[in-house]
């Protein structure tokens, strides 16, 4: 099973459903399950982030908000199911800016996007939208973690799938 590692907040923000997409600055043509594993480290930024909104409420409403150090790191903490990869194109771009046809046009337009979803991700022109479905929040599993997408071992893919 592919795996990709994710900052926190963030990664607790896509394992709790918050989160429907995940940014990134390269392209995917991988769809199918993926882990989602937190970052082994959270600096003082992405904590301070915790405290402010729409990151704060989200964490609040499901119960995890009582300080940004209990966030998981080091950790597989959801599965997912990636189905698609969109480009990020400007809201004036040269395509209809319609909500429906975000798919369609196989293109995401930040203006199409409803917060918080548009505060939980950078959505500059020339990234990608990962987007995400059938999201499952798993019990924390320890596991060393790696840029891009990268195999799960098969001693921690068997746990995650029991957890």
């Not at 997409?21 to 769809?31: H, I, K, Q």
Request: glycine share 6%; proline share 8%; with cysteine.
């Amino acid at each position: 099973m592919y795996c990709l590692t994710v900052k926190q907040p963030w990664a607790s923000l896509i394992a709790l459903g918050a989160k429907h997409n995940e940014t990134r600055s390269w392209y995917t043509n991988y769809r199918g399950p993926l882990a989602i594993h937190a970052s082994a480290r959270m600096s003082k930024q992405e904590k301070d982030l915790c405290f402010e909104d729409p990151f704060r409420t989200a964490l609040l409403n499901a119960g995890l908000f009582h300080h940004p150090c209990i966030l998981p790191l080091g950790s597989v903490i959801a599965l997912v199911n990636l189905v698609d990869c969109l480009p990020i194109v400007a809201d004036d771009g040269p395509y209809p800016n319609d909500a429906a046809m975000m798919n369609i046009a196989g293109l995401c337009r930040p203006g199409n996007l409803t917060e918080p979803e548009r505060s939980f991700g950078d959505y500059t022109p020339g990234r990608f939208a990962w987007v995400f479905s059938d999201v499952r929040q798993v019990e924390p599993v320890k596991c060393r973690g790696r840029l891009g997408l990268w195999n799960l071992p098969q001693e921690v893919e068997e746990e995650v799938k029991d957890a």
